[in-house]
C-alpha cells in the first residue's frame, strides 16, 4: 500500500492551526498512525487508530479519517510543533508502509 | 522509563556483514513484539523487520529478506538484527522500535505501530 502526503512543505504561523493529509492506495480502514520527528530526534508516535492520541501527546492534535484519507489537524501551533509528520498504515502488513512525510514550517 | 539503546553501527564496504543490537530497558521486553526500522538521509522510515514476543513469528521487508536477520534474547533484554550482503542502499539509521503491544493475561496483542524508539545507530556502506 502507497502513503501519499499532501503538502510536502507547509508554511503556518505560531498560533495558527495546520492541516495535514495521507491518502493510501487503497483502503487501510483506521488502521493509520501518525507520527512526529523533531530533527536529530527519532520519530515519536501521535496517533494511531486514526483518532486515537498516544500517551501524553497533547490535546491539540487530532487526527481523522477512514478508508484511503486522513487527516492530522494540530490547533494552536506551539515552537515544538514544527518538525515532520509521518503516516503510516497498518491494515496490510507486512510490510507496514509510510508516507513521504510532511515539514511542518514556521511562516 | 522505556529505553532503547542501538549499538554496532559503522562504516561497511559493500558485500560486508553486521549485527546491530538493541538493549532494552523499562518494560517487560519478553511480553513486546520489537521491530526494527531504518531511515536513509532525508527519507521517510522503513519497517524492515519485526519479531513476536517468543520469536514464533518473524516478518521482513522484501528488500532485506534472505540477507538480513532479526532474532532477539529475552533472558538479556536484546533484540539483534545480523546484515549480510549489505549494499549501498542499505545505508541508513537504524531504529530499534517498541510495538504498541496489549497485554491481557498471558496473552500480547501486537498493536503494529511504533510506541518507543531509539536514538538510532549509524550503518554507512560504502566502499
Known amino acids: 500500500i502507497v502513503m501519499t502526503q499532501s503538502p510536502a512543505t507547509l508554511s503556518v504561523s505560531p498560533g495558527e492551526s495546520a492541516t495535514l493529509s495521507c491518502r493510501a492506495s487503497?483502503?487501510?480502514?483506521?488502521?493509520l498512525a501518525w507520527y512526529q520527528q523533531r530533527p536529530g530526534q527519532a520519530p515519536r508516535l501521535l496517533i494511531f487508530?486514526?483518532?486515537i492520541r498516544a500517551t501524553g501527546v497533547p490535546l491539540r492534535f487530532g487526527g481523522s479519517g477512514s478508508g484511503t484519507e486522513f487527516t492530522l489537524t494540530i490547533s494552536s501551533l506551539q515552537s515544538e510543533d514544527f518538525a515532520v509528520y509521518y503516516c503510516?498504515?497498518?491494515?496490510?502488513?507486512?510490510?507496514?508502509?509510510f508516507g513521504q512525510g510532511t515539514k511542518l514550517e514556521i511562516k | 522509563e522505556v529505553q532503547l539503546v542501538e549499538s554496532g553501527g559503522g562504516l561497511v564496504k559493500p558485500g560486508g556483514s553486521l549485527r546491530l543490537s538493541c538493549a532494552a530497558s523499562?518494560?517487560?521486553?519478553?511480553?513486546?513484539?520489537m521491530h526494527w526500522v531504518r531511515q536513509a538521509p532525508g527519507r521517510e522510515p522503513e519497517w524492515i523487520s519485526s519479531?513476536?514476543?517468543?520469536?514464533?513469528?518473524?516478518y521482513y521487508a522484501d528488500s532485506v529478506k534472505g540477507r538480513f536477520t532479526i532474532s532477539r534474547d529475552n533472558a538479556k533484554n536484546s533484540l539483534f538484527l545480523q546484515m549480510h550482503s549489505l549494499r549501498a542502499e542499505d545505508t541508513a539509521l537504524y531504529y530499534c522500535?517498541?510495538?504498541?503491544?496489549?497485554?491481557?493475561?498471558?496473552?500480547?496483542?501486537?498493536?503494529?505501530?511504533?510506541?518507543?524508539w531509539g536514538q538510532g545507530t549509524r550503518v554507512v556502506v560504502s566502499s
Open positions: 522500535a517498541r510495538d504498541r503491544t496489549t497485554l491481557i493475561g498471558d496473552n500480547d496483542f501486537s498493536g503494529h505501530v511504533f510506541d518507543f
Open positions: 523499562g518494560f517487560t521486553f519478553s511480553r513486546y513484539t
Open positions: 519479531i513476536r514476543s517468543g520469536s514464533s513469528y518473524i
Open positions: 487503497q483502503s487501510v480502514s483506521s488502521n
Open positions: 487508530g486514526a483518532s
Open positions: 503510516q498504515q497498518y491494515n496490510n502488513w507486512p510490510p507496514y508502509t
